[in-house]
């Protein structure tokens, strides 16, 4: 340095904008929240940044179901942003679903001021050790105390979200750091992609090849992390060489779409589904848990397995691999696709007698179509809905048909609460979903119970001009818990009748259209109008479901 030269002070600026440009250089461009007395500070600089769209929303757990809705288009991170203590609580059954359906959502919260953290004063809000209350539903908590951690730990939480088996991410704020200077590091560079195994898989690939090909019968079997892995085309790649047909959980349906030869759908199903399984030679699990709530408990049976994932967590576990392969399934999906393609066998055989089962299947479909008024009803939402549409569906009866009937013709063509089980996601992952993807066709199907768990979300689509149709099927009870007591115990009709308001009046009373239909082809009809005009849409499905899919199929 010269002599007389100026010693420049280090640039300054506050933690809070330091946090909204890391968020824009990490991609994020829509964020899911409510103001409070505690995060101010970060909306404050929100304010000042108008890459980043905040959707202000009415309730914390509906804020992280969008946030959920919006990282299952495999855009990135969903982004949550709630207040400490009550608001961080709120978050903790979504994330429940997010932590089960592997959906990479970025839970920001605030903690009280960073001195009195773990004094037990009684300060507003106060939650000792509030983060542990999130140990064990998300991938990893950052607990954010200097302002200086601002220039890794916020990357990091979102490498963290997206690396390896994606997963919800805790990250914690006290409230005094949002207006703490914090000078700017210019080496600090986010890392918008996540860090790649360097050893790529575990396992002997070769070996896996060699007994799939020589196999007479195989099968592949794949699910929700094949479908955020984004694996579709290299998964049909391996089917189409082998002759094997595919089946999945629910959020795995459409993978391979469901109107292709060897596309069986879910592999719960009993019937055909079960009989293909049982006439398997060699399982092939990709991008699957094979979760007892998904296989195991219907009674799902595996031939000898190979099963192939992000890690060891779920080896093992309900289901004896003869051969793993573990690490980053992207890669080693690829590389077995283009090893089966070069050295296929002979499939002519193994071709027809997929196609006998493929026939079996839609003559088991019809005949329970004649049967099951509910198939009426999903053939009318396939017959409106789009290739490149995506039905989010509730846990409520006609969704669980879905599970099993519906055709979903792409990854994510049906978007299922399977993580957790819950009621009350689809509305709100809906509104997650349209606004990732606002050129898809999205349509939410939810029962009145689930309904109003969120039905005040209407407000957060009105006020900025989300449009899709949501299906509220209306039968004024707790169905499935109805019909659960019958089941069980002979008896139902306690504790699950609900009363519920008119819903055109209500859906008016957020200026939103609705429209109230009873047979296949009136929500047929209203589905189509609702869809064309790209407004938001109730339309009442006034109906009730008295079967149980799962007890039957």
């Not at 959906?103 to 300060?123: C, D, F, H, Q, Y």
């Not at 060489?241 to 959980?249: D, K």
């Not at 569906?393 to 669980?400: A, E, P, Q, R, W």
């Not at 407000?459 to 009870?477: E, L």
Request: aromatic share 6%; with cysteine.
């Amino acid at each position: 340095m010269s002599r007389g030269e100026a010693i420049q002070p280090p640039s300054m600026s506050r933690f809070s904008e330091r946090f909204v440009r890391a968020l824009k250089s990490e991609g994020v461009t829509h964020v899911f929240g409510i103001p409070s007395i505690h995060n101010i500070g970060l909306y404050n600089a929100l304010r000042e940044e108008p890459s980043i769209h905040h959707i202000l929303c009415r309730h914390e757990s509906s804020a992280t179901h969008m946030a959920d809705g919006y990282a299952r288009a495999g855009k990135g991170v969903g982004v949550v942003i709630t207040s400490t203590g009550p608001g961080a609580g709120y978050m903790t059954a979504p994330l429940i679903e997010a932590w089960g359906s592997l959906s990479p959502v970025l839970a920001i919260t605030t903690n009280i001021a960073t001195k009195e953290i773990g004094r037990g004063t009684g300060t507003l809000h106060e939650v000792m050790d509030q983060d542990l209350i999130f140990k064990n539903i998300t991938k990893r908590r950052y607990c954010l105390r200097r302002a200086s951690d601002i220039h890794t730990m916020l990357p990091k939480a979102i490498q963290t979200a997206l690396s390896g088996r994606p997963g919800p991410v805790y990250c914690e704020v006290p409230t005094d750091l949002w207006d703490q200077d914090v000078s700017v590091e210019k080496g600090a560079v986010p890392c918008r992609h996540p860090a790649q195994d360097p050893h790529q898989w575990v396992g002997d690939l070769d070996r896996a090849v060699r007994l799939l090909c020589k196999a007479d019968h195989p099968v592949v079997v794949a699910g929700t992390a094949a479908v955020r892995a984004g694996i579709a085309k290299e998964i049909q790649s391996i089917c189409e060489a082998l002759q094997a047909p595919l089946v999945t959980g629910a959020e795995g349906k459409g993978l391979v779409p469901e109107d292709h030869e060897l596309a069986f759908g879910n592999a719960a199903r009993r019937g055909v589904a079960r009989e293909l399984l049982q006439s398997r030679t060699i399982a092939l699990a990709i991008g699957t848990r094979l979760r007892r709530a998904d296989y195991y408990r219907r009674g799902v049976s595996l031939p000898r397995l190979i099963h192939i994932d992000w890690d060891e967590a779920w080896i093992h576990k309900n289901y004896p691999a003869e051969m793993t392969i573990v690490g980053d399934i992207r890669t080693i999906a690829s590389r077995l696709a283009e090893m089966v393609v070069s050295m296929p066998p002979d499939s002519r055989k193994m071709g027809r007698q997929v196609s006998v089962m493929r026939r079996k299947t839609r003559e088991e479909r019809e005949a329970i179509g004649q049967k099951c008024r509910e198939i009426a009803y999903l053939d009318a939402l396939r017959r409106v809905m789009p290739r490149d549409g995506s039905l989010v569906i509730d846990n409520t009866l006609l969704g669980y048909w879905a599970e099993y009937f519906y055709e979903s013709l792409m990854p994510g063509g049906l978007v299922t609460a399977k993580g957790s089980s819950m009621i009350g996601f689809s509305l709100p992952a809906a509104v997650g979903l349209k606004i990732a993807c606002p050129e898809r066709s999205v349509v939410a199907l939810i029962g009145d119970g689930g309904f109003f768990y969120s039905a005040q979300e209407l407000a957060t689509c009105r006020r900025h001009g989300i449009g899709f149709p949501v299906i509220v099927v209306n039968d004024g009870a707790y169905g499935m818990i109805d019909l659960l007591q019958r089941q069980f115990y002979g008896r139902g009709d306690f504790e699950t009748d609900l009363i519920n308001p008119d819903l055109r009046t209500f859906a008016a009373s957020f200026g939103i259209a609705a429209d109230r239909v009873d047979t296949p082809q009136g929500l047929e009809q209203a589905l189509g109008s609702a869809l064309a005009s790209r407004d938001m849409r109730v339309i009442e499905l006034a109906t009730s479901f008295t079967q149980n899919p799962f007890a039957t199929y």
